[in-house]
């Protein structure tokens, strides 16, 4: 397949286009700057530039593929009603140019927030009602007009060399303030999914799942914060230590509405439907590898 990459010289995207290409798929890499489109010729994927707000690009990027693969987004907390609009404009023009012809549209979403307290499954509905949620249901919606629109969830955590997320702000913060700290008693777990597998998901899911499918790219269902906490002391050699829930946010920052959440869940479902099995490195074998 001729396939379209949002976000494909980013984090994500930089895994899952060599996992395409392995399976001899062709990859048309968004791109929205000169170093974008340089690491994607140098990762042997064709260019096409233009940018989430540029709607008539993303139209015409989708037109000419055989299947879209959605990986950009707006990473700002600060603005996040605005990001998710963004992302839905995006997500609308790129179903219009499928209209019809049920080619696949796999756009990302997270686990974050699905089933607090319990673990998660393809087959729950967020909680609570966030932006990308709603998103998500555009997507699935675009069924009914001829495209077989796929969802996938990625772990809170996606890991791996070069992540500058969660885990890499999570160590910053240790270095910054002379602790390794979680929230409370640092039970509550945080699902994880290494780089390489997660990209194995997207290619699975444009490849072989059918319309509507709701996928968990999620290879640990859950990992104490407390215990990631404790491979960075180790490593830094820091005191690890717990942060009272009403000092989080002084803490942690923007992290502290986050880190304290309890988000484990399953990806059972997604496994048996694609044949697809998590190989790769454990998180907090990563945190020791490359965060730390």
């Given at each position: 397949?001729r396939l379209?990459?949002?976000?494909?010289s980013?984090?994500?995207?930089s895994?899952?286009v060599?996992?395409l290409q392995?399976?001899?798929?062709?990859?048309?890499?968004?791109a929205?700057?000169?170093?974008s489109?340089?690491?994607?010729?140098?990762a042997g994927?064709e260019?096409?530039?233009?940018?989430?707000?540029d709607?008539?690009?993303l139209?015409a990027?989708?037109?000419k593929?055989?299947?879209?693969i959605?990986?950009a987004?707006?990473?700002?907390?600060s603005q996040m009603?605005?990001?998710?609009?963004?992302?839905l404009a995006?997500i609308?023009?790129m179903g219009?140019?499928?209209?019809?012809?049920?080619?696949?549209l796999a756009?990302?979403?997270?686990t974050?927030g699905?089933?607090p307290?319990?673990?998660?499954?393809?087959?729950?509905?967020?909680?609570?009602?966030?932006?990308?949620?709603?998103?998500a249901?555009?997507?699935?919606?675009?069924?009914?007009r001829?495209?077989?629109p796929?969802?996938?969830?990625?772990?809170?955590t996606?890991?791996?060399?070069?992540d500058h997320g969660?885990?890499?702000?999570?160590?910053?913060?240790?270095?910054?303030t002379?602790?390794?700290g979680?929230?409370?008693?640092g039970q509550n777990?945080w699902?994880a999914?290494?780089?390489?597998?997660?990209?194995?998901?997207?290619r699975?899911?444009v490849?072989?799942?059918?319309a509507?499918?709701v996928?968990?790219?999620?290879?640990?269902e859950?990992?104490a914060?407390?215990d990631?906490?404790?491979?960075?002391?180790a490593?830094?050699?820091l005191p690890?230590?717990?942060?009272?829930?009403?000092?989080?946010?002084?803490h942690?920052?923007?992290?502290?509405?986050?880190?304290?959440?309890d988000?484990?869940?399953s990806?059972?479902?997604t496994?048996e439907?694609l044949?697809?099995?998590?190989?790769g490195?454990?998180?907090?074998?990563?945190v020791?590898?490359?965060?730390?």
């Amino acid at each position: 397949m001729r396939l379209f990459v949002t976000g494909a010289s980013g984090f994500i995207g930089s895994a899952v286009v060599p996992e395409l290409q392995r399976a001899g798929h062709t990859v048309v890499g968004l791109a929205r700057s000169d170093a974008s489109a340089e690491a994607l010729v140098g990762a042997g994927a064709e260019v096409h530039r233009g940018d989430l707000g540029d709607l008539d690009s993303l139209r015409a990027g989708a037109e000419k593929a055989d299947g879209v693969i959605h990986l950009a987004y707006v990473h700002d907390f600060s603005q996040m009603e605005d990001a998710a609009q963004i992302d839905l404009a995006a997500i609308e023009a790129m179903g219009a140019a499928l209209e019809g012809t049920g080619k696949p549209l796999a756009i990302a979403s997270g686990t974050l927030g699905l089933a607090p307290g319990r673990v998660g499954t393809e087959h729950d509905e967020p909680a609570a009602v966030h932006p990308r949620v709603v998103n998500a249901a555009a997507t699935l919606a675009l069924a009914d007009r001829g495209v077989r629109p796929l969802v996938v969830r990625l772990s809170p955590t996606v890991h791996g060399q070069g992540d500058h997320g969660f885990i890499a702000v999570l160590v910053q913060i240790a270095r910054d303030t002379g602790v390794s700290g979680y929230v409370g008693d640092g039970q509550n777990r945080w699902n994880a999914v290494h780089r390489d597998d997660a990209a194995a998901v997207f290619r699975l899911a444009v490849e072989q799942a059918p319309a509507g499918s709701v996928l968990h790219a999620v290879g640990e269902e859950g990992i104490a914060v407390r215990d990631i906490a404790g491979v960075i002391g180790a490593h830094l050699d820091l005191p690890v230590v717990s942060i009272p829930e009403a000092e989080a946010a002084e803490h942690f920052g923007w992290l502290g509405a986050f880190l304290g959440a309890d988000a484990p869940a399953s990806s059972t479902i997604t496994q048996e439907l694609l044949g697809w099995k998590p190989t790769g490195p454990g998180l907090l074998e990563d945190v020791a590898r490359y965060y730390v």
